[in-house]
């Protein structure tokens, strides 16, 4: 497993004697994208200004490369990178001049660095001019190579792709995970775009009520699928599966019987009911996206 980049050590943080954030423990790995989700007032603002320095925790600590935030900041935050939203860009300087400005709050950010990330985001033919006459996701890019000018360890971007066209939240997207894995950096999103996070995230965890109730992997390959097989005998198709086959779990619904399984029984699942006279008109695969899954699991809360 790559290398832990962050650590949320019991994060905890009370306001008027209420507890806003519950005891957070969180890893972040090199080259990962952590994408971070929650209802509105679920607590992700208040936990990144705690990751950044902004606002102090109550309780428990952020580790940032192994190196305590609250021991010494200084070290900690030279490590971070961040784009909240719109990136904060002089119009009147072209983009170059943008990141030479920029690089002069870092040290040992060279020329040749500056070339290297202009040419990680794509702006290698439009760098000498004016941001003014930049299109909203070439502003974006050109904050991205900005904010990764100084080689963080850990990057966090706050609703990153938010006013961009489906185009120019792909092309962001593509940009973010060639720098994750490139750069090996540890980057987390926060966004209200379930879709979205699902093909830009490795990782994705889920905070309600300020606890974080479920992390999960994103692409998580199995064998087995949920599969709908439309028949006309619901209630019968499952007695005949049970009867065949061991474990039968399945869902019976008025036109047809949900099941998970593996691809190579589907087949034989089949056969079973034909050969029983159950007529199946129809088996489809079917796939729970992070949509499905963040509703179950936060009772439907609207995501914010």
């Known amino acids: 497993m790559a290398d832990s980049v962050v650590q949320l050590k019991g994060l905890r943080k009370d306001i008027k004697n209420k507890t806003i954030i519950h005891n957070l423990d969180l890893d972040l790995y090199e080259g990962e994208v952590f994408g971070f989700l929650g209802p509105n007032g679920a607590g992700k603002t208040t936990t990144i200004r705690m990751m950044v320095g902004l606002m102090k925790p109550t309780g428990g600590n952020v580790v940032i490369g192994g190196t305590s935030l609250l021991e010494d900041y200084e070290e900690a935050i030279s490590q971070v990178g961040a784009i909240v939203e719109n990136p904060e860009l002089y119009n009147y300087m072209s983009g170059y001049k943008n990141l030479v400005h920029f690089s002069r709050m870092h040290k040992g950010v060279t020329k040749d660095r500056i070339q290297e990330v202009v040419d990680q985001v794509g702006l290698a033919s439009r760098i000498h001019e004016k941001v003014k006459t930049y299109s909203l996701g070439m502003r974006q890019r050109l904050g991205l190579a900005q904010a990764?000018?100084?080689?963080?360890?850990?990057?966090?971007?706050?609703?990153?792709?938010?006013?961009?066209?489906?185009?120019?939240?792909?092309?962001?997207?593509?940009?973010?995970?060639?720098?994750?894995?490139?750069?090996?950096?540890?980057?987390?999103?926060?966004?209200?775009?379930?879709?979205?996070?699902?093909?830009?995230?490795?990782r994705v965890g889920i905070i309600q009520k300020?606890?974080?109730?479920?992390?999960?992997?994103?692409?998580?390959?199995?064998?087995?699928?949920?599969?709908?097989?439309?028949?006309?005998?619901?209630?019968?198709?499952?007695?005949?599966?049970?009867?065949v086959f061991e474990n039968v779990e399945g869902e019976v619904n008025e036109r047809s019987l949900l099941l998970s399984i593996p691809e190579s029984e589907v087949p034989q699942y089949n056969k079973a009911l034909v050969e029983e006279g159950v007529l199946v008109y129809g088996i489809a695969k079917t796939k729970s996206t992070l949509e499905d899954e963040f509703l179950k699991v936060t009772g439907g809360e609207q995501v914010g």
């Not at 938010?162 to 750069?183: C, S, W």
């Not at 998580?220 to 599969?227: A, F, I, K, V």
Request: glycine residues 4%; negative net charge; charged residues 35%.
């Open 210 to 243: 300020g606890k974080l109730i479920d992390v999960r992997t994103v692409k998580e390959e199995t064998d087995t699928s949920n599969w709908t097989f439309t028949v006309d005998q619901p209630l019968r198709a499952k007695e005949v599966l049970e009867e």
């Open 148 to 202: 990764i000018l100084h080689k963080p360890k850990f990057l966090i971007l706050d609703e990153p792709t938010n006013g961009l066209d489906p185009a120019g939240i792909r092309e962001f997207r593509t940009y973010l995970r060639k720098i994750a894995r490139d750069e090996g950096v540890s980057i987390l999103v926060s966004s209200h775009l379930l879709s979205e996070i699902e093909l830009m995230c490795d």
